[in-house]
T-cell receptor
Framework: GESVGLHLPTLSVQEGDNSIINCAYSNSASDYFIWYKQESGKGPQFIIDIRSNMDKRQGQRVTVLLNKTVKHLSLQIAATQPGDSAVYFC?????????FGGGTRLMVKP | ETGVTQSPTHLIKTRGQQVTLRCSSQSGHNTVSWYQQALGQGPQFIFQYYREEENGRGNFPPRFSGLQFPNYSSELNVNALELDDSALYLCATINRSYTFGSGTRLTVV
């Protein structure tokens, strides 16, 4: 399949370790944030979202943290698995559109 | 599967030609948006349709146009193709959140 994110920042972690992927957003008016996972040849897959009235939200093995003061978003993946290897994008929503960050490639070493 | 279907999955066009990409949703949501994803970058917003009317547009020239039909399926049309139009084109339906299809990979030669 095709490659997504040939020149993206890369985070390499050992299987079983926790991963933290960071993202800075630009629009202080954004009220909704989403993390997506994208594998080669596929569209972005929803992982977790958070609204601006929250600072933390947990899902299954994933946690999103939102710091509105510094406009920073992070995705924490617990017990990272080989299947988590992909490119991860944060996206902010203000109005009728999503604005995506540049993406981070996560590589999980067995 | 996300329930959002795009066609074709791949195609190759010559510079100057026109192309039509298609998107449909199993659940028929009334809002659909289109994004362009160049290799190595995040998706960029092209435009959004709500109940067959365009209600938001990104920084793309008028040769990018769209349609939404009464069954909420949608088309993206690009005229006078340029080499830089080569990208993955994604559509997303919007309900509680944005759900993307797998995209159409367009190559302009």
């Amino acid at each position: 399949g095709e490659s997504v994110g040939l020149h993206l920042p890369t985070l390499s972690v050992q299987e079983g370790d926790n991963s933290i992927i960071n993202c800075a957003y630009s629009n202080s008016a954004s009220d909704y944030f989403i993390w997506y996972k994208q594998e080669s040849g596929k569209g972005p897959q929803f992982i977790i979202d958070i609204r601006s009235n929250m600072d933390k939200r947990q899902g299954q093995r994933v946690t999103v943290l939102l710091n509105k003061t510094v406009k920073h978003l992070s995705l924490q993946i617990a017990a990272t698995q080989p299947g988590d290897s992909a490119v991860y994008f944060c996206a902010e929503n203000a109005g009728n559109m999503l604005t995506f960050g540049g993406g981070t490639r996560l590589m999980v070493k067995p | 599967e996300t329930g959002v279907t795009q066609s074709p999955t791949h195609l190759i066009k010559t510079r100057g030609q026109q192309v039509t990409l298609r998107c449909s949703s199993q659940s028929g949501h009334n809002t659909v948006s289109w994004y362009q994803q160049a290799l190595g970058q995040g998706p960029q917003f092209i435009f959004q349709y709500y109940r067959e009317e365009e209600n938001g547009r990104g920084n793309f020239p008028p040769r990018f146009s769209g349609l939404q039909f009464p069954n909420y399926s949608s088309e993206l049309n690009v005229n006078a193709l340029e080499l830089d139009d080569s990208a993955l084109y994604l559509c997303a339906t919007i309900n509680r959140s944005y759900t993307f299809g797998s995209g159409t990979r367009l190559t302009v030669v």
